[in-house]
């Protein structure tokens, strides 16, 4: 089979871009190899991301010592807790759409032929893995790795922290200056993607349980010299792997091949398993959009049904972070727990040229055999602040191996008998709505409450503040959908000064924006439809009863069919006011404007609505 690449550097017809590739430092004798785009996304602005500038060059040098032609390009990159809180949030989803166009805009302008997409944070993984199976040529991904957690001495008791306990010290109405600034400069210690189980590490989790990332990518702390091997050796299996698909004609090396339905599903098995972020089921309705695999919210539904929470991390578990997943054995140790349930399929294709079942058996650390596996899973933080990669090489003394009271359970001792994430329908979210159950305290998992309704984030900030939201409440806040925003903001911020305030186990909130993976308690996101769609949300009125039911996957609005039809006349009477937020004031912008203008509801992942394009196109061409 032809390099893709060919076709820009073969023939006398190319002269001129070979030129151009040669002005690029391209080697006369390197035409012909395949051309290995790095996709970096490297920037100051994300700890994330801040130390892969150097890994770009690293991973460059690997591929031409395997034979390979490096090309590094950049991407854009949201870090989510600095746009957390106020209208910079509305870009985040967004950017998820961009960054997916830009790595297909540089791969199909220069034909390359492979791609190694180095990722990390929240929009930014999703982002690659959907632009990957849209291209659908051979592609790796490695993460930048997780941040270390910090420590921090709070009220007399000594703590492991993430930057979430930011929110939580801070928003306590008895916070000192002295503890808000001890707790500002402890949380995040290192580089690295932040330190519990939010979008980010859920996501480079699931990119190893895909098998389209090595064993380790998800859970070795950024600072750790083992993750340069992690590196390395991505690099030079991106140059195998484009001579399998192009001299050999093996397409399991491929995207779609590798995140087929059967590979999705076991991402899903994955994200309830590990308690992931609700965002995982946004980015994964994406994905499997842009794979062209018919997978729906149902799946996600029937899934939690019947797998079991494995792994509870923070917030789900505080004091438990990625780091002592890692210990346990990561992604590898859950998904052979999942093989040993029965509830993996086994047989998906990997990057390592090995089916799932051989690939996490091999690497798992109860297999005594694999020397290699027990050194990689040692691999801890180095507790010291540091903002370069492999700039430590500490090691635990010993591996967590109990699945019974360990950080990872098998099934038998499982934390919960279904997932770590709940699928929700009822009246007020027809379409469907989602929590995090496994963050849901005890005695929410059954909960009555009367609405306080707000049409921004900040509106119900300032309710929270102000004492107006109390024991009992449901927190509603509308309008901040993927059109309705635009952008569908995470609503981190309100549900943590709701813990702040004493109320994280006696109030619930709901929304159809969205939560970051930090997020805990009764917190309810996705309601689909969202209220700018004319949803039922977009008529609770303050004081309406709300009931949940995560055990029976119900959420219900206690008000009649007869009253909820009178509102609904009395909104659409509103003409071009119906459906829109009465309350805020705010400065949308041109590219955010178009973004809820095509974006799919949230049920759908919230990415380009292809229906409507359709229907668009449709109506440019007949005039």
Known sequence: ???????????????????????????????????????????????????????????????????????????????????????????????????????????????????????????????????????????????????????????????????????????????????????????????????LMGTANSMNCLTE???IALPGNGTIVATHTDREDLFRKAARRIVDMAHTYYRDGDDSVLPRSICSREGLENAVRMTMAIGGSTNTILHLLAVAQESGVDFTIDDFDRISRETPCLCKVSPSAHEVFIEDMHRAGGVMAVANELLKAGLYNRN??????????????????????????????????GGIRSIRAFSQSSRFKSLDTDRKNGVIRDAEHAFSRDGGLAVLRGNLAPDSCVVKSAGVPDVLWKFRGTAIVSESMEEALEKIQNGTVQAGHVVVIRYEGPRGGPGMREMLTPTGLLKARGLGDKAALITDGRFSGATS??????????????????????????????????????????????????????GDKAWRPTTRQRNVSTSLRVYGLMASSADKGGARDTDRLARLEQLSAEG
């Not at 993460?143 to 270390?148: I, K, L, T, V």
């Not at 990997?350 to 990689?376: F, M, S």
């Not at 009125?541 to 909820?564: A, C, H, Q, T, Y």
């Open 1 to 195: 089979m032809k390099l893709r690449s060919d076709k820009v550097t073969v023939g006398h017809m190319n002269t001129g871009a070979r030129a151009l590739w040669r002005a690029t430092g391209t080697m006369p004798e390197e035409f012909g190899r395949p051309i290995i785009g790095i996709a970096n996304s490297f920037t100051e602005m994300v700890p994330g991301h801040v130390h892969l500038q150097v890994l770009g060059r690293l991973v460059a040098r690997e591929i031409r010592a395997a034979g390979g032609v490096p090309k590094e390009f950049n991407t854009i990159a949201v870090d989510d807790g600095i746009a957390m809180g106020h209208e910079g949030m509305m870009y985040s989803l967004p950017s998820r759409e961009i960054i997916a166009d830009a790595v297909e805009y540089m791969a199909n302008a220069h034909a390359i032929d492979a791609l190694i997409c180095l990722s990390n944070c929240d929009k930014i993984t999703p982002a690659m893995l959907m632009a990957a199976n849209r291209l659908n040529i051979p592609t790796i991904f490695v993460s930048g790795g997780p941040m270390e957690s910090g420590k921090f001495d709070y009220r007399g008791k000594h703590m492991k922290i993430d930057a979430i306990d930011t929110i939580y010290v801070a928003g306590a109405p008895d916070a000192t200056p002295e503890e808000i600034s001890a707790v500002e400069e402890s949380a995040c210690p290192t580089c690295g993607s932040c330190a």
């Open 521 to 574: 308690g009764l917190s309810v996101g996705h309601v689909s439809p969202e209220a700018a769609s004319g949803g039922v949300i977009g008529l609770v009125k303050d004081g309406d009863p709300i009931e949940f039911d995560i055990p029976n996957r119900r959420v219900r609005l206690d008000v009649s069919d007869e009253e909820l039809a009178r509102r609904r006349v009395e909104m659409n009477s509103r």
């Open 348 to 381: 998906v294709p990997t990057v390592l040229g090995k089916p799932v079942a051989e690939y996490c058996a091999d690497w798992d650390i109860t297999n005594h055999a694999n020397e290699q596996a027990r050194k990689l899973f040692s691999a801890g933080p």
């Open 209 to 211: 349980a895909l098998g």
